[in-house]
């Protein structure tokens, strides 16, 4: 069982800055990335970016150029950094991790990010 807890998130307006934070703990040595989904009412959970231990990083279009996911290489732990914050990206932002076989186990509680024009 991994287990992960995030912190950040919040409201912002439009072109304001975000970070957020999910630490990992348990079976991490089970996990090969980890990575950022978010939900909004009504509609799918969308993977917004992906960190993988071997150094790829994976951004869904929309985010390109604006978000950063790093990894802190001590510690299972990923930081989003999320600049110029457009409306549209206000959701539901839920932390999980990657095994090999990509599956995605384990998910944070999630934190609620909102972006006011």
């Known amino acids: 069982q991994v287990q992960l807890v995030e912190s950040g998130g919040g409201s912002v307006q439009t072109g304001g800055s975000l970070t957020l934070s999910c630490a990992a703990s348990?079976?991490?040595?089970?996990?090969?990335?980890m990575g950022w989904f978010r939900q909004v009412p009504g509609k799918e959970r969308e993977l917004v970016a992906r960190?993988?231990?071997?150094?790829?990083?994976y951004y869904t279009d929309s985010v390109k150029g604006r978000f950063t996911i790093s990894r802190d290489k001590v510690k299972a732990k990923v930081t989003l950094q999320m600049n110029n914050l457009k409306p549209e990206d206000t959701a539901v932002y839920y932390c999980?991790?990657?095994?090999?076989?990509?599956?995605?186990?384990?998910w944070g509680q999630g934190t609620q990010v909102t972006v006011s024009s």
């Open positions: 999980t991790g990657q095994d090999p076989a990509g599956l995605y186990v384990g």
């Open positions: 960190k993988r231990w071997s150094g790829d990083a």
């Open positions: 348990g079976r991490t040595a089970s996990i090969i990335a």
